[in-house]
């Protein structure tokens, strides 16, 4: 059978398996991206429509929302900064898509000690010298760079209660402290690529992505999608029918 034949037949097919729309198929798997020690779940939403006789479009959305809930709690047993003289903590950490735009809101606990040379390399931390709270302000987008979402701070606002104003203002605190957390999240962010891979059943796909940004599910759900094609090849084509098989969706082979 012919290729540019092959890709209106698999289409067809398609539509009446099921389909989210006339010219287009669904799949969701779970998946997960690796942050340090622990695995994030979240879904992939791989739509698949045709474009071409050769092509075939793809749309991948990352519903972001089961991360959405676990990052606050886990942030809430840990330190952002932890060093010998400092020592910063995010509470309260809530962030929530709005269309296209990401923002995140949290309250900021900021501990300074003593902090002493023991050595060429080591230091001590001594006594607590003081603690003072802010506020967390800022705003994420999403990077796509080498077929991965990466998600960037545009910027970050700490603002102190009127209660501590005057001396967070006097020693220059919040600015300091705003540098190391950028420094700090941006670190794990760029650790930490959203890169969909696909399941062994569908790994010949290999969709090339060139768009992508965050994308707001239901009432604040994070999500991110991430647009591009497949270039078709008989082997593709037979996957995707095996998986269509498998799900029921078309009949199988005679």
């Known amino acids: 059978m012919r ?7 698999l289409v067809t097919l398609v539509f009446g398996a099921g389909a989210s729309s006339a010219q287009q198929v669904n ?22 429509s045709a474009v ?15 991360i959405q809930k676990i990052v606050p709690e886990r942030l ?16 309260g950490l809530s962030f929530l898509a709005e269309g296209d735009a990401i923002d995140l809101d949290g309250d900021v606990t900021i501990t300074i000690f003593e902090c002493s040379r023991t050595g060429d390399r080591d230091f001590q931390r001594g006594e607590e010298k003081n603690a003072l709270s802010a506020n967390m302000s800022t705003a994420a987008t999403v990077e796509l760079r080498d077929n991965c979402a990466y998600f960037k701070l545009l910027d ?13 203002l006097e020693e220059d605190t919040l600015e300091s402290v ?5 420094a700090a999240v941006d670190l794990v962010l760029n650790e930490s690529p959203l890169c969909p891979e696909l399941p062994p059943k569908l790994a010949s796909l290999d969709p090339t992505y060139d768009k992508g940004g965050p994308r707001e599910i239901g009432d604040g759900g994070l999500g991110v999608v991430l647009e591009g094609s497949v270039d078709v090849s008989p082997s593709t084509i037979l996957d995707i029918l095996t998986v269509l098989q498998r799900q029921e969706l078309i009949p199988p082979a005679p």
């Open 76 to 91: 809430a047993d840990n330190a952002i900064i932890d060093n010998c003289g400092l020592q910063v903590r995010l509470d």
């Open 156 to 168: 970050l606002t700490l603002a102190a209660p009127e209660l501590n104003r005057e001396q967070v």
């Open 52 to 66: 071409g006789p050769t092509r075939v479009g793809v749309d991948a959305l990352l519903d972001l929302r089961e």
């Open 3 to 9: 290729l540019w034949f092959v890709v209106p037949v």
């Open 178 to 182: 705003k540098e190391l957390m950028l």
């Open 27 to 48: 799949f969701v798997f779970d998946a997960s991206v690796p942050v340090r020690e622990t695995e994030l779940p979240y879904k992939l939403d791989l739509g698949l």
